[in-house]
């Protein structure tokens, strides 16, 4: 494995607001992550490359509880704020947190971002700019 959890996260230190996520992405994808999957209750992120070895950021926040009730329509109006540069990214975890998403699995391959409830399962896929 080419990359470490210090690595990603000099990149991410890199990223200010939603809007500097697509430079973050191609940064992480050139240190060789294929995909990563990411918990909103805790903010732990497992990090994977192409033989599917990984490495994990543990617990990066104090808990966040998830709510049970998925509002898609009103998390996809804060997803879009986040993403226009409106929310930093613990405004946007506890947004998540709140609508019931409890984290995301971004494909690098793809470049697609799926997001899940607390069942994991899909509830929205976008496209990543890049």
Known sequence: MKFTIENIKEEHQKVK?????????QAIKRLGVSHYKAYVSDGNTEYFNNE???????????????SDTLNLENFKIRLKLHQQGGTDYMTFC?????????????????????????????????QIPE
């Not at 607001?17 to 992405?25: C, E, K, L, S, V």
């Not at 690098?108 to 929205?124: A, I, S």
């Open 52 to 66: 599917n070895q990984s490495v994990q950021t543990g617990s990066k926040y104090d808990s966040l509880p998830v």
């Open 17 to 25: 607001t939603g809007a500097d996520f697509p430079q973050y992405i």
């Open 94 to 126: 506890k947004d998540c947190a709140e609508n019931g998403i409890n984290g995301w699995t971004m494909d690098l391959h793809g470049m697609t971002c799926t997001y899940f409830d607390q069942h994991e399962t899909n509830v929205l896929t976008e």
